[in-house]
């Protein structure tokens, strides 16, 4: 009985903790487990660390090889992203591996991943399966010996940039007016992948090369081809983000003074710490994630939804759409949302109408053409979650007493018919009484 009460009492209490899992009511991630190569990193990256928590989230901060590390217990993830602070591990402890990490991906979660000089083969690897290539010189860093001005330093490998995506979902409404300052490794990104970002590119005098050695051959990696920051948003609407610098979160950048552009001899603070709160508020999805509701339709002029409709009907169709905001779900507002009539290819492709409160609506004439259809709306926008809905509605011909009586394109048929009869007519008749 002691045995049973211990196990009823446990299964209580940590019950809460499986249920504490992504909530698509709200999306924002909200429990993060933290690997970190030292825990020293907990107060050298201190403020980094504290705008998250300031934001509601809950930190858990493990070694990278700490034995009892887990994602997931008893079929149920632990927590909602996981950030790798951990670039030189070679292996992971307990039963995280890389298989581990994508699959953790694979279901929907968000991951930050920050590496330097010293990454391993694992978390490259990582990287890798997300869309982006490191150098493969392992001794190189990005160096740029126009683009340094900090604080008089002559560390041409502490780089200054503002090439930044034009996006104001991904980096938020406020622009950075300050460049970023980076201290790290460069990656290239998979052109073929469109689902990879460049977020933070490198100035065209940049490249990719040892620091401590002559260059003997030409780098491989040069100018704007190399990214600092990338993100990744996945089909299942998973949020990546991947840096070549550890140093990019630390306190030290962030407080780092930067060249003022235009004044030589200025020097204001570094935008390394807007930049990693909008990009990290973007990676948990505050900001730039949509949901769709109560999509309908119905006959004009009717309210409830039908069973089949017939052909040359005309229908409405609506939707609602609600971006969340980090707090509530507020109306998305947009011109380019459309809706599908489809049957193997879109009989109708209509732009929805929106009274800006969230909620879309179309008209349109259903096609002279029967079979199964499907409303579907598939919306892609950059920096914002996917949008895929759709509904099946049967669509039939007229029945044989459905048709109108005469049909006006046949008239041209009705006066050939009786014509034809009247001219019989009259030639029977003339023909018969004509002597």
């Not at 009892?68 to 995280?96: C, K, M, N, V, W």
């Not at 190399?226 to 630390?250: E, H, K, P, W, Y």
């Amino acid at each position: 009985m002691k045995n049973l009460s211990f196990l009823f009492i446990f299964g209580i209490s940590f019950f809460p903790l499986l249920c504490f899992s992504f909530d698509p009511e709200t999306p924002t991630d909200r429990r993060v487990l933290v690997l970190l190569d030292d825990f020293s990193l907990k107060s050298s990256h201190s403020i980094f660390f504290n705008s998250l928590k300031s934001r509601g989230f809950d930190l858990d901060f493990k070694l990278a090889d700490d034995p009892t590390l887990s994602l997931r217990r008893y079929g149920q993830y632990l927590y909602d992203a996981l950030i790798l602070f951990s670039p030189s591990t070679e292996r992971f402890g307990g039963s995280l591996d890389l298989a581990a990490v994508l699959d953790f991906v694979d279901s929907g979660h968000d991951l930050i991943i920050a590496v330097d000089a010293s990454a391993s083969d694992l978390t490259k690897n990582i990287a890798t399966e997300c869309g982006v290539d490191f150098d493969e010189d392992s001794s190189a860093m990005v160096i740029d010996h126009k683009s340094y001005g900090i604080s008089g330093t002559e560390d041409h490998t502490l780089i200054a940039s503002d090439d930044f995506i034009q996006s104001d979902v991904i980096l938020g409404k406020t622009k950075i007016k300050v460049p970023v300052i980076f201290k790290g490794i460069a990656h290239s990104v998979n052109a073929a992948n469109n689902l990879v970002l460049k977020v933070l590119s490198a100035s065209p005098s940049a490249y990719s090369a040892n620091p401590t050695s002559e260059l003997s051959s030409p780098p491989l990696l040069t100018g704007s081809a190399i990214s600092l920051v990338s993100v990744v948003q996945a089909r299942n609407n998973a949020r990546i983000m991947i840096t070549g610098s550890l140093d990019l979160f630390s306190n030290r950048l962030l407080r780092t003074a930067v060249q003022k552009a235009g004044s030589p001899d200025k020097y204001e603070k570094s935008g390394n710490e807007q930049f990693v709160t909008e990009i990290s508020k973007w990676v948990f999805h505050e900001r730039g994630h949509l949901k769709a509701v109560n999509l309908k339709h119905h006959k004009v002029g009717e309210t409830d939804e039908p069973a089949i409709y017939r052909i040359k009907d005309d229908l409405k169709f609506s939707v609602e759409i609600y971006e969340w905001s980090g707090e509530s779900w507020e109306p998305y507002v947009a011109d380019d949302v459309q809706v599908q009539f489809y049957m193997m290819s879109p009989y109708v492709l209509k732009t929805l109408s929106t009274d800006g409160k969230g909620l879309y609506h179309a008209s349109f004439k259903v096609p002279d053409v029967y079979g199964v259809f499907q409303f579907k709306v598939d919306y892609l926008r950059l920096g914002y979650t996917s949008l895929s809905l759709s509904k099946q509605i049967p669509v039939r011909p007229f029945r044989h007493n459905e048709y109108e009586r005469f049909i006006t394109t046949a008239f041209p048929y009705y006066g050939a018919s009786f014509t034809t009869m009247a001219g019989f007519f009259i030639f029977s008749i003339l023909y018969l009484y004509n002597k």
